[in-house]
Structures are given as C-alpha cells and as structure tokens.
C-alpha cells in the first residue's frame, strides 16, 4: 500500500542492469493523456537515466486502455530485437461497469502476452477511483508508477537474459 511519506518510485541504479544495450517498446493509451504521459515520462526517464539509449525506447499510441493489449501483441510481433514491452494506462472508476471490464480485460490480455511471447509485458495500467489517485500515482505525492514499469521491465530483461 502506498503511503504519502514514502515515495515508491525511488531506485538505487547500482542494484540494476546497464540498459545499455536493451531495447523497449511501450505502448501508450491517449484516453486519460493526462495522466498517461506522465506515466511514459517517468519511464523514459528511468531508462535513460539506467543507460538505456532513447532511440531504443519505441513508443506507439492506442486509442484507449483495452486497445493496450492488441498494440503491446502487434508492437512484439512487429520487433523482433524488442527485450520487454510496457503498457501505460489509466482507468478511471465511473458510475458504470465499463471500468470493471476494461480493467479485468486488460489484466487478463497483459497475462495471456506473458504467457505467450519470449519477452516479459509489464503492466503499467492505473486503476483509481478518481482523477486526483491518479496525478498522485503519474508523478506526484505517491511517486510514478511509469517510473516502476520501467524499474520492473529492467529487472525482467535481467531475468529472461540469465534464463
């Protein structure tokens, strides 16, 4: 649980692999934008800051969070040298159920991808009640979520290289 005296996006880059020669994809929904490209700028930033070289960083664009799964399937089908894809998103509970099936949608498209490709996807889709949980999750109080995404990618290309 996330506590405002703890901010959860600290790393020590000492403890995790040079980015140097990795290769990311993320893929970014442009519903919620607000909070979506703070999310990509904490990621960004954590993998160039790990050594990660920004042309190595690619980015495309879906519509929406539940289109996240089909661009995160296309993005890995598409590059073959790709080490882990990142999906950033942001759901906002509504007054209707859609935020229930989008979400479990989601979740469950994220797992079938870690189930069937060769790299991890890394789930950076944030689920609030409201607007103000997720400015304080996409680079506020409670730290970057996009900055964790990118922190968990690195330690899995780790993994996945070792085995």
Same mark, same amino acid.
């Given at each position: 649980? !996330?506590? *405002?005296?703890?901010?959860?996006? %600290?790393?020590?880059?000492?403890?995790?692999?040079?980015?140097?020669? $990795?290769?990311?994809? #993320?893929?970014?929904? %442009?519903?919620?934008?607000?909070?979506?490209?703070?999310?990509?700028?904490?990621?960004?930033?954590?993998?160039?800051?790990?050594?990660? &070289?920004?042309?190595?960083? @690619?980015?495309?664009?879906?519509?929406?969070?539940?289109?996240?799964?089909?661009? *995160?399937?296309?993005? #890995?089908?598409?590059?073959?040298?790709?080490?882990?894809? @990142?999906?950033?998103?942001?759901?906002?509970?509504?007054?209707?159920?859609? $935020?229930?099936?989008?979400?479990?949608?989601?979740?469950?498209?994220?797992?079938?991808?870690?189930?069937? !490709?060769?790299?991890?996807?890394? $789930?950076?889709?944030?689920?609030?009640?409201?607007? %103000?949980?997720?400015?304080?999750?996409?680079?506020?109080?409670?730290?970057?979520?996009?900055?964790? &995404? *990118?922190? &968990?990618?690195?330690?899995? #290309?780790?993994?996945?290289?070792?085995?």
């Amino acid at each position: 649980m !996330a506590t *405002a005296n703890k901010n959860l996006s %600290e790393y020590d880059k000492s403890t995790l692999p040079d980015a140097q020669d $990795f290769k990311v994809g #993320i893929v970014v929904s %442009e519903w919620n934008d607000q909070i979506t490209e703070g999310l990509f700028s904490g990621a960004q930033s954590a993998l160039t800051d790990c050594g990660m &070289a920004v042309e190595n960083i @690619i980015r495309w664009n879906v519509p929406g969070s539940f289109e996240l799964v089909f661009g *995160a399937r296309k993005m #890995i089908e598409t590059y073959e040298d790709l080490d882990a894809v @990142i999906v950033i998103g942001c759901v906002i509970k509504g007054e209707t159920m859609h $935020f229930e099936f989008v979400c479990e949608g989601v979740t469950q498209g994220v797992k079938d991808l870690n189930l069937m !490709a060769d790299i991890p996807t890394i $789930f950076c889709v944030l689920t609030d009640n409201n607007q %103000e949980q997720s400015i304080a999750r996409s680079g506020g109080v409670h730290g970057n979520k996009g900055t964790e &995404a *990118a922190i &968990a990618a690195l330690k899995m #290309i780790e993994l996945n290289r070792k085995y």
